[in-house]
């Protein structure tokens, strides 16, 4: 049986007044492609940035690797081995590419010959990148620009990725693309907890999905399933655009 690697028990977080998660539990287990689905506003993103510490829990408890990290700083967290692609990718578009992702692999700058292997790898998988390295990532379009979040993102070694709406604003075949790239990360080790509003093609990746409504999870279930009963689809991914 996988071991869990994230563990989320009765978050509550509030935005400002606004009570944003109400209770939110959930499990993602080594080797897994976990999905989180729901409308906009259904506290989606919120539940990524409470479990990297962006935002901090009223209640609750979040651990990930057996470690209480509720409390903990986010710097912390990403040198765990827990890393946030944030929605909007938030890279920065004044470096270049080479730099995003000197950028993403500061935490472990001292490990040169570790650092050119991830480099190697994140180039093997998007070799666009490799071809626009010395360009500054303003001027990628965006599927580039996702690329890049992601390949940041790997800079640092993740054994749990969080990706927030990776699949946002892309063409139909960028959106096909990116998430081939999410499979093959899967496939090589990587664990992953993805937010898509594309609810049909995240259930085809996922193994286990999440549907929130008002900042409450109200059905869970394996990721064929999920995908097969229509009324799920209709009632609450938006009509699987």
């Not at 990403?78 to 929605?87: D, F, T």
């Not at 920065?92 to 040169?112: I, R, S, Y």
């Not at 490799?130 to 054994?159: C, I, V, W, Y």
């Not at 995908?227 to 938006?238: F, N, P, T």
């Amino acid at each position: 049986m996988s071991e869990t690697l994230l563990e989320i028990e009765n978050l509550q977080t509030y935005y400002g007044k606004i009570h944003a998660l109400k209770g939110v539990s959930l499990t993602v287990k080594q080797g897994q492609i976990v999905t989180l689905l729901g409308a906009n506003g259904a506290g989606k993103s919120t539940t990524l940035k409470t479990i990297s510490g962006l935002i901090r829990a009223s209640a609750g408890r979040i651990a990930f690797m057996g470690r209480d990290i509720t409390a903990a700083e986010p710097h912390d967290i990403v040198r765990m081995g827990l890393i946030h692609s944030p929605e909007g990718r938030r890279i920065f578009k004044g470096m270049t590419v080479q730099e995003n992702l000197d950028m993403g692999g500061f935490v472990d700058h001292k490990k040169t010959a570790e650092l050119a292997k991830r480099q190697e790898y994140v180039f093997e998988l998007f070799p666009r990148l490799l071809e626009r390295r010395k360009q500054d990532a303003g001027l990628l379009s965006g599927g580039e620009q996702q690329m890049l979040a992601m390949g940041r993102s790997l800079m640092t070694n993740p054994k749990l990725m969080l990706l927030d709406e990776p699949s946002m604003g892309l063409a139909p075949f960028l959106v096909q693309a990116i998430m081939k790239i999410i499979r093959r990360l899967n496939e090589q080790g990587t664990t992953i907890l993805l937010v898509e509003q594309n609810a049909k093609v995240a259930l085809k990746l996922a193994d286990y999905g999440y549907v929130l409504e008002t900042g409450k999870v109200v059905i869970e279930g394996d990721g064929a399933t999920l995908r097969q009963d229509e009324s799920i689809v209709k009632a609450y991914l938006g009509g699987g655009h």
